[in-house]
Antibody, heavy 116, light 109 residues
Framework: EVQLVESGGGLVQPGGSLRLSCAAS????????MSWVRQAPGKGLEWVAN????????YYVDSVKGRFTISRDNAKNSLYLQMNSLRAEDTAVYYC?????????WGQGTLVTVSS | SSELTQDPAVSVALGQTVRITCQGD??????ASWYQQKPGQAPVLVIY???NRPSGIPDRFSGSSSGNTASLTITGAQAEDEADYYC????????????FGGGTKLTVL
């Protein structure tokens, strides 16, 4: 059974940093692209970033370029999102998702709140 | 960047058929996927590719596409189908790999 478990969310002040983690199990993690998708309160889904199997390619939505960094550790079956210079508009539930021919499996999400 | 447009809300009588649509230029090149999201839960993939259902998704869910429009059809809607539905596809503009529609709130009357 595919499982994705996010952690690391919380309350952070504007301009602060946070690192999200995602522990993957139930599939060969190193064989798949992985994505982060977020959802602001009461809003729709927004794709944030993804990373190739070996970490050699990374893509970001324009609004987070230069502030967020996606990475992975295939030995630990883990995906990460380093978020710097956080803004109020980054407040959202962040989902870790497996990225294959489509985004097929999602974690339960971790809430990030950016507020003073 | 590419955009996918969905109607904000659609309603259907219990047991009837409903179609939820998604429009965007990227759909001329790529298939849409469809996700169901219930309050407080993560999205669940219901349709992907030409018209594929993941294991466990009822066969009342089906997908189709024509030109720049993709559709999700629920034939014989059930009360448990009341949810938000999102489409997504690859971003053909080259700005980033994925784009989501704004979502459609489905109400089953």
């Amino acid at each position: 059974e595919v499982q994705l478990v996010e952690s690391g969310g919380g309350l952070v002040q504007p301009g602060g940093s946070l690192r999200l983690s995602c522990a993957a199990s139930g599939f060969t993690f190193s064989s798949y692209w992985m994505s982060w998708v977020r959802q602001a309160p009461g809003k729709g889904l927004e794709w944030v970033a993804n990373i190739k199997q070996d970490g050699s390619e990374k893509y970001y939505v324009d609004s987070v370029k230069g502030r967020f960094t996606i990475s992975r550790d295939n030995a630990k079956n883990s995906l990460y999102l380093q978020m710097n210079s956080l803004r109020a508009e980054d407040t959202a539930v962040y989902y870790c998702a497996r990225d294959d021919e489509t985004i097929d499996y999602w974690g339960q999400g971790t809430l990030v709140t950016v507020s003073s | 960047s590419s955009e996918l447009t969905q109607d904000p809300a659609v309603s259907v009588a219990l047991g009837q058929t409903v179609r939820i649509t998604c429009q965007g230029d990227s759909l001329r090149s790529y298939y849409a996927s469809w996700y169901q999201q219930k309050p407080g839960q993560a999205p669940v993939l219901v349709i992907y590719g030409k018209n594929n259902r993941p294991s466990g998704i009822p066969d009342r869910f089906s997908g189709s596409s024509s030109g720049n429009t993709a559709s999700l059809t629920i034939t014989g809607a059930q009360a448990e189908d009341e949810a938000d539905y999102y489409c997504n596809s690859r971003d053909s503009s080259g700005n980033h790999p994925w784009v989501f529609g704004g979502g459609t709130k489905l109400t089953v009357l």
